[in-house]
């Protein structure tokens, strides 16, 4: 059905004019009324083409005249955009090549969707898909391009949408019911996605949360709770599951993005189903899941009880539902990153439209321009360097045998690998050759350095030493001169208050003569040999050394030593590996 028999021959709909260009093979966007009507057989006066942009992966549209092409094909063009104004995000876009990447679940679905979306009126249709949530200062308002990037993927368990009323808790004003916080690399070379167990015992800080009516409300913060409750009790948004995350993991992250249970449902639909490998036969009755050992390709409805069901592999708990989930995330990916879907304008549109109305986001990242911007960070990503691990954790030693319902961290496999990515070590083998300069450098400096932590150490009693806060924490110079004397015996240290400038690492700067003293300084610290700078002159008698807390200084106390090594027991798989669940 063409724009004039919807009873809109004054506004031709734009989803009814991408047509193919038999020349080229590319869709364009002709908004020309006798282009919409061209039979295939019938050739049509010369005419200037259109001045709207060319359909995603088209070139631009060419200034000289073109032939008539072929009317539309129903399905194979964006949708067009419904009458009103946009719900939320901003416009823009014109005829920029466009990349968007979508890191969603909801009981969970990472896109890399790599494309280009032309037409001003199809861009701002999808910013209108967006929706948009303040979370004041829980983040860092937006990711930095020379930075590490670290988002929030939030799965909640809140029964809306068309078709949900049967899952979940009928009650739930939703809750983290899945939640992964995606680190990408400084360099962009690789990624860890780290899942949170939604029955991880933990503190949750106080919240502040922004109300309708622009007013700030805290709500107050809850020890020794479920992690899942970081979000929708006492009216927690998503900025409460962020701060959570902070506290629990070392971790600032810079944004977030969350979905209810629909988003696995339109997504896996829209890119044609999902391949899953199933070791043995599945008959669950609580999700519905019922499959045959082998292979299979799951969308709609399907594809959510797969990544829902808990009685089906493993040991029939969380823990294991979270690894059939990676496994269903990293075969999405593969989904995505095909030639099959990047090529296919069906796919493409149909992928766009279900993962923005999928979306909610905060402000940071709060319309398809800025999605866009990220999508550029992330889109080169190898997918054999992103990684899916869990966070280690133990049963709650609280609670009886037998009646085991929670788990607690397992600091001893979990400090290392927190350290590991609050450094930005990689859990995968990155390249070589990408990495071959880089490490270079790096051995020099660290070689150099490592020669001067050899040899004696002064008493504790004999460091002398200003500190200074040049991007750690609030208050990190108070607090570490504070854990310096009363727990490590350096009574000469001293608060220095704010240092000149930042700093994005910690920096120890000290004389010849005193390389004992920064020695001492550097074990009781757990200061990587990187973080210390020698002068070229002896420093005269009582003169203290300057520590310089960075933006990577975490707490006093908190070693900035991070292991090179992924802990050997640790779950784990990179998303470019299919693996079959049992």
């Known amino acids: 059905m063409d724009a004039q028999s919807r009873g809109r021959a004054e506004e031709i709909d734009p989803a009814d004019q991408w047509v193919l260009n038999p020349r080229t093979g590319n869709y364009e966007l002709r908004l020309d009324r006798s282009a919409a009507q061209q ?3 019938v050739a049509a006066p010369r005419r200037p083409s259109s001045t709207r942009t060319a359909a995603p992966g088209a070139p631009k549209a060419p200034k000289a005249p073109s032939p008539a092409v072929p009317a539309p094909r129903r399905g194979e063009g964006p949708p067009g955009r419904r009458g009103g104004r946009p719900r939320k995000g901003g416009g823009g876009g014109g005829g920029r090549r466009k990349r968007i990447l979508v890191v969603t679940g909801g009981t969970l679905a990472f896109l890399l969707v790599a494309g280009s979306v032309g037409a001003y009126l199809y861009y701002d249709h999808l910013n209108g898909n967006l929706n948009v949530t303040d979370v004041g200062d829980a983040g860092t308002g937006g990711f930095k391009k020379d930075q590490p990037i670290n988002i929030l993927v939030i799965g909640t368990d809140k029964r809306s949408g068309e078709g949900n009323e049967g899952y979940g808790d009928a009650e739930s004003v939703g809750h983290a019911d899945t939640t992964i916080l995606f680190h990408v690399s400084k360099d962009r070379s690789n990624a860890t996605a780290l899942s949170i167990p939604r029955d991880l015992i933990t503190n949750i800080p106080a ?4 109300q309708p009516d622009g007013s700030t409300k805290t709500i107050p913060g809850q020890k020794t709770t479920r992690f899942n409750v970081s979000l929708g009790q006492e009216g927690r948004d998503p ?4 701060r959570t995350v902070k506290e629990l993991t070392g971790v600032t992250v810079d944004n977030f993005m969350m979905v209810d249970f629909n988003a696995v449902k339109v997504l896996s639909t829209a890119v044609g189903g999902v391949p899953v490998c199933l070791a043995k036969p599945v008959d669950d009755k609580d999700s519905k899941l019922k499959l045959d050992a082998g292979e299979h390709r799951l969308q709609g409805e399907q594809a959510l009880a797969f990544v829902r069901t808990r009685h089906s592999f493993g040991n029939h708990g969380d823990l294991d539902r979270i690894k059939t989930q990676q496994q269903f995330l990293g075969s999405m990916m593969r989904e995505m990153k095909s030639k099959e879907t990047l090529t296919s304008p069906k796919k493409f549109f149909s992928l766009a439209e279900a993962a923005t109305k999928s979306l ?3 402000s940071g990242i709060g319309s398809i321009d800025k999605l866009t911007n990220l999508a550029g960070e992330l889109k080169d990503i190898d ?3 992103i990684t899916f691990t869990t966070l280690p954790v133990l049963d709650n030693p609280a609670e009886p045998e037998g009646k085991k319902a929670t788990v607690v961290v397992d600091q001893r496999v979990a400090d290392p690998l ?9 859990l995968t083998e990155v390249e070589k050759k990408e990495q071959a300069a880089k490490d270079a450098a790096d051995a020099e400096a660290k070689s150099k350095a490592d020669a001067l932590l050899q ?22 110079a108070s607090t570490t001169v504070t854990w310096l004397q009363n727990s490590k015996g350096v009574n000469k240290s001293s608060n220095r208050g704010n240092a000149p400038a930042k700093l994005d690492a910690t920096q120890l700067e000290y004389a010849p003569n005193q390389a004992d003293q920064a020695r001492a300084l550097a074990d009781l610290m757990g200061l990587p040999a990187t973080a210390l700078k020698m002068g070229s002159a002896d420093a005269a008698s009582k ?29 784990r798989v990179e998303a470019d590996k299919a693996i079959c669940a049992k």
């Open 39 to 41: 039979q295939p057989s």
């Open 207 to 210: 919240c502040p949360t922004k």
């Open 239 to 242: 900025g409460c599951t962020m």
């Open 360 to 362: 909610t986001v905060d």
């Open 383 to 385: 997918l054999k360097n």
């Open 418 to 426: 927190l350290k590991m990515i609050q450094a930005d070590v990689s």
């Open 455 to 476: 040899g004696n150490r002064a008493p504790a009693g004999d460091v002398r030493v200003d500190v200074y806060n040049g991007g750690g924490p609030g208050g990190a």
């Open 543 to 571: 003169t203290p050394m300057k520590l310089t807390l960075g933006a990577d200084f975490k707490g006093a106390g908190v070693s900035l030593t991070a292991p090179q090594k992924a802990p050997e027991d640790i779950q």
